[in-house]
Nanobody
Framework: QVQLVESGGGLVQPGGSLELSCAVSGTLDGFHIRGWYRQAPGKQRELVALSAGSGTEIYADSVQGRFTISRDDNQKTVSLAMNSLVPEDTAVYYC???????????WGQGTQVTVSS
């Protein structure tokens, strides 16, 4: 069993910043914390940022240059620094992970980010 717990969401004005964090616990053999997805009301869940290891990072076009993902494999944490936030960034943000060799996704409970004046 694996548990992922996100924190750091909230209400921020346009142009502001937030930092999300995710910690993983449980049976972690072969488990890799991968990154972040988000889901806005009425929309499908979408990739925000992934850290594939060895310095490889993948960002959605809409957040490139504004968001930065950081992963600490020793601490089993991943964070997402979000700058220059816009209302379109409003969504529930989810932390994601998988075990090596598996495509089964593990998700946290999500943390709400609202960008509004």
């Amino acid at each position: 069993q694996v548990q992922l717990v996100e924190s750091g969401g909230g209400l921020v004005q346009p142009g502001g910043s937030l930092e999300l964090s995710c910690a993983v616990s449980g049976t972690l053999d072969g488990f890799h914390i991968r990154g972040w997805y988000r889901q806005a009301p009425g929309k499908q869940r979408e990739l925000v940022a992934l850290s594939a290891g060895s310095g490889t990072e993948i960002y959605a076009d809409s957040v490139q240059g504004r968001f930065t993902i950081s992963r600490d494999d020793n601490q089993k944490t991943v964070s997402l620094a979000m700058n220059s936030l816009v209302p379109e960034d409003t969504a529930v943000y989810y932390c994601n992970g998988r075990r090596s060799g598996s495509i089964e996704d593990y998700w946290g409970q999500g943390t709400q980010v609202t960008v509004s004046s």
